[in-house]
């Protein structure tokens, strides 16, 4: 069976994975699914959904093995291992009656892509903390021409 043919990849709209970083309010109820601990990934993937919150806009890290010309969204909290390369969503609340585009909302929540989890980070003391590698550094990746090279290798040879 082809990947095309088990999965429906249209299902996706390209709206959720914005070109460049959202501003996020501080404390801003976000979402990671992965596999952590190994969990979820027997049978039947099922990845295992954590609630955290937005603990900061853009800020570089000063830390050592860090480079200081990178930025990271932090999160409020430390995730346990396996959430490393989880997508964070945030939702925002849609209130009734508002046009998006051409589309009249009914009101509800509207998913967001802020980025991928990279590592959790901490101190001296016992905090933790997570860093999310923002969304605007995977499209570099991935309008790179090095990507596209890539890319090109991965098509079937004719």
């Known amino acids: 069976m082809a990947y095309q043919d088990r999965f429906d990849l249209l299902a996706i709209g390209e709206d959720l994975f914005p070109k460049k970083d959202i501003e996020i309010s501080l404390l801003t ?12 990934v027997k049978e039947k993937l099922s990845p295992i959904a954590k609630g955290t919150q937005i603990a900061s806009r853009l800020t570089s ?40 585009g051409s ?26 903390i997570s860093l999310v590698i923002p969304i605007s550094y995977i499209w ?8 596209r090279k890539y890319e090109k290798g991965l098509e079937p040879k004719k």
């Open 29 to 40: 109820p976000a979402y990671v699914l992965g596999f952590p601990m190994g969990l979820g």
């Open 61 to 100: 890290i000063d830390s050592p093995g860090i480079s200081p010309d990178l930025q990271f969204i932090l999160l409020d909290q430390a995730l346990a291992q396996g959430y490393s390369g989880a997508p964070v969503f945030y939702t925002e609340d849609i209130p009734s009656g508002v046009t998006i």
């Open 103 to 128: 589309q009249r909302m009914k009101g509800g929540e509207k998913l967001h892509f802020v980025g991928i989890l990279s590592a959790s980070f901490s101190d001296k003391t016992g905090g933790k």
């Open 140 to 147: 570099d990746i991935l309008e790179s021409s090095e990507f």
